[in-house]
């Protein structure tokens, strides 16, 4: 029977593979990917198709006010899921190419314009929606900017 190595800090047990204990390893410790690569591709196309369906919907139930459903209304609704698909699946690909502070700034910068249009559906003030989706805006820049920044180094790489 092989004896394993003794681990740091810890005893040797004969059989079983050393424990690490104490400090933490530089090794990256991920959670193992349980989907193929084709998986991944169909939903780079699906996942942006499908929230384009609910977003055009819901700026066409906005739009309509609870009111009758037009032909007016209903391609406004399939247009604003168009762009709204083909808008996010572009960003898909772009963004991860860019640096991360255009990286978090071009995410940003789609969900307060997608939140702007969306709220400008409704009866508010056009003020008011370009207030709030400024501040939708920032607060996702925010956000986008931390999880770039902790999760890449200086030269755009990912590290977690």
Same mark, same amino acid.
Not at 48 to 58: A, E, F, N, T
Not at 64 to 93: D, E, Q
């Given at each position: 029977? /092989?004896? !394993? !190595?003794? /681990?740091? *800090? *810890?005893v040797s047990r004969p059989g079983r593979t050393p424990e690490v204990t104490g400090r933490a390893?530089?090794?990256s410790r991920r959670a193992p990917d349980v989907?193929? /690569?084709r998986t991944h591709a169909i939903a780079r196309i699906v996942v942006p198709i499908g929230l384009g369906l609910v977003y055009g919907y819901w700026v066409a139930a906005d739009n309509r006010s609870g009111g009758p459903i037009t032909g007016w209304n209903l391609l406004l609704g399939f247009v604003s899921a168009l762009v709204f698909a083909v808008v996010s699946m572009a960003l898909l690909v772009l963004a991860p190419r860019m640096p991360r502070e255009l990286h978090a700034l071009l995410w940003s910068g789609f969900a307060g314009l997608a939140? *702007?249009?969306l709220y400008s559906q409704s009866d508010a003030s056009i003020w008011r929606a370009v207030v709030m989706s400024l501040l939708v805006s920032a607060v996702t820049f925010l956000t986008f900017f931390y999880r770039y920044y902790t999760r890449e180094d200086a030269? *755009?790489?990912r590290v977690r």
């Amino acid at each position: 029977m /092989a004896h !394993a !190595a003794p /681990a740091p *800090g *810890g005893v040797s047990r004969p059989g079983r593979t050393p424990e690490v204990t104490g400090r933490a390893t530089n090794v990256s410790r991920r959670a193992p990917d349980v989907f193929d /690569a084709r998986t991944h591709a169909i939903a780079r196309i699906v996942v942006p198709i499908g929230l384009g369906l609910v977003y055009g919907y819901w700026v066409a139930a906005d739009n309509r006010s609870g009111g009758p459903i037009t032909g007016w209304n209903l391609l406004l609704g399939f247009v604003s899921a168009l762009v709204f698909a083909v808008v996010s699946m572009a960003l898909l690909v772009l963004a991860p190419r860019m640096p991360r502070e255009l990286h978090a700034l071009l995410w940003s910068g789609f969900a307060g314009l997608a939140f *702007g249009f969306l709220y400008s559906q409704s009866d508010a003030s056009i003020w008011r929606a370009v207030v709030m989706s400024l501040l939708v805006s920032a607060v996702t820049f925010l956000t986008f900017f931390y999880r770039y920044y902790t999760r890449e180094d200086a030269f *755009g790489i990912r590290v977690r």
